[in-house]
């Protein structure tokens, strides 16, 4: 198995860091004058949470939320089912709600997520995603306010993603093998 120094890189750290900075300012700007309520999905989102939440305008006020949930076994193929390791520990009753995510691949997750949420009755509710990749859609009703990369039909990981919970501490995005996950 190739190691992390030869993986082949779709996205390295300044892209990510350059891209997270514009999506920040967006999220500044039409965030400006509420608290935004970051919904974290762990564990891949914890790394994305942290630099957005970083370069966003220091005058936006914002809450962390953190849930935990899996679609995902020892495999790359999603199960489309989804299991809850922790619950809501505040209520998003009336708060805007920002799902921030690490990456959209078939959508059951978030679909399965919102669904939940949804039943908390937030005032608004829009997802931030770093990585979409919209040929492996079978959700098709997800729309991400916010999309930091959109890319193909590969297994990646790094800067919060993992393969059976390894390299998500990569500051880049990269591509695992094919080799490597069968
Ligand atoms: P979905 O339910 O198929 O949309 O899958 C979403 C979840 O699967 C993500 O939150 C990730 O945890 C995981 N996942 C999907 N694609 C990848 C990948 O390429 N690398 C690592 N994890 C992935
Ligand atoms: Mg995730």
Redesign the pocket.
């Known amino acids: 198995m190739g190691g992390p120094i030869d993986m082949e890189r779709l996205i390295d750290e300044q892209q990510l860091q350059q891209r997270i900075e514009e999506l920040a300012k967006e999220i500044s700007q039409d965030y400006r004058g509420k608290t935004v309520h970051l919904l974290c999905?762990l564990k891949?989102s914890a790394i994305f949470l942290a630099d957005l939440a970083k370069k966003m305008d220091f005058d936006i006020e914002t809450e962390f939320h953190f849930l935990e949930v899996?679609?995902?076994g020892a495999t790359?193929k999603?199960s489309g089912k989804l299991t809850f390791h922790s619950r809501l520990r505040d209520p998003l009753t009336d708060k805007d709600v920002l799902i921030v995510?690490?990456?959209?691949?078939?959508?059951?997750?978030?679909s399965l997520v919102l669904e939940y949420i949804k039943k908390e009755k937030p005032r608004s509710l829009e997802i931030v995603t770093l990585l979409d990749?919209p040929s492996?859609r079978v959700v098709h009703d997800i729309q991400p306010k916010y999309i930091g990369f959109s890319i193909p039909d590969?297994?990646?990981?790094g800067y919060g993603?993992?393969?059976n919970q390894r390299y998500r501490n990569l500051p880049f995005i990269g591509i695992l093998d094919a080799d490597d996950i069968s």
């Open positions: 999905l891949g899996s679609s995902y790359t999603s995510e690490d990456i959209i691949d078939t959508g059951h997750t978030l990749k492996r590969k297994f990646v990981i993603l993992d393969f």
